[in-house]
T-cell receptor
Framework: SQQGEEDPQALSIQEGENATMNCSYKTSINNLQWYRQNSGRGLVHLILIRSNEREKHSGRLRVTLDTSKKSSSLLITASRAADTASYFC???????????FGKGTMLLVSP | EAGVAQSPRYKIIEKRQSVAFWCNPI?????LYWYQQILGQGPKLLIQ????????DSQLPKDRFSAERLKGVDSTLKIQPAKLEDSAVYLCASNGQGDSYEQYFGPGTRLTVT
């Protein structure tokens, strides 16, 4: 079963705009990760946030975590066409380094 | 540093046939994962190895799927016999100590069962 659920399922924006994706999960976690998947390729790790952290930044990425609401958000600022991809959140609550992925948000950034 | 290697990249078989996928993780990575990703969904863990031992295979359909990681390095995943619902991308990932649980993924094998 999927632990995380991303929202929205699909998002279409113009270059330069910000993109926000949300993830909700069901059980307690140690950390939450975000991954990106370009069409036809494997997943690439973007950022990890631990359960005792509330916000984390990496370049144009900003991740927040609210453990009381069991939710996280990923913000991509000043988006580029190259950001077009599917974005997945993954949680590790089930055990040693085992990840459970959500269904993903498909982001389309138009030039 | 070389990434996770997988082969083949694509495979088309008929139902009831068998198929095998190969994965070579990043050198030195002790943990290896096999995921199944059905179109439109996120990856689902099939099996996790720590060196050559199985850590988690609770979601592996053991009546038709098998996996091994001899010598704790590369791994093979086999399906026998294949069903139509096995059509998916099979992803291999690895991570090593000190990576804070970040997983490194290979490009995947796209399997089509007709």
């Amino acid at each position: 079963s999927q632990q995380g659920e991303e929202d929205p399922q699909a998002l279409s924006i113009q270059e330069g705009e910000n993109a926000t994706m949300n993830c909700s999960y069901k059980t307690s976690i140690n950390n939450l990760q975000w991954y990106r998947q370009n069409s036809g390729r494997g997943l690439v790790h973007l950022i990890l946030i631990r359960s005792n952290e509330r916000e984390k930044h990496s370049g144009r990425l900003r991740v927040t975590l609210d453990t009381s609401k069991k939710s996280s958000s990923l913000l991509i600022t000043a988006s580029r066409a190259a950001d077009t991809a599917s974005y997945f959140c993954a949680t590790d609550g089930t055990g040693y380094s085992t990840l459970t992925f959500g269904k993903g948000t498909m982001l389309l950034v138009s030039p | 540093e070389a990434g996770v290697a997988q082969s083949p990249r694509y495979k088309i078989i008929e139902k009831r046939q068998s198929v095998a996928f190969w994965c070579n993780p990043i050198s030195g990575h002790a943990t290896l994962y096999w995921y199944q990703q059905i179109l439109g969904q996120g990856p689902k863990l099939l099996i996790q190895f720590q060196n050559n031992g199985v850590v988690d295979d609770s979601q592996l359909p053991k009546d038709r799927f098998s996996a091994e990681r001899l010598k704790g390095v590369d791994s093979t995943l086999k399906i026998q016999p294949a069903k139509l619902e096995d059509s998916a991308v099979y992803l291999c990932a690895s991570n090593g100590q000190g990576d804070s649980y970040e997983q490194y993924f290979g490009p995947g094998t796209r399997l089509t069962v007709t």
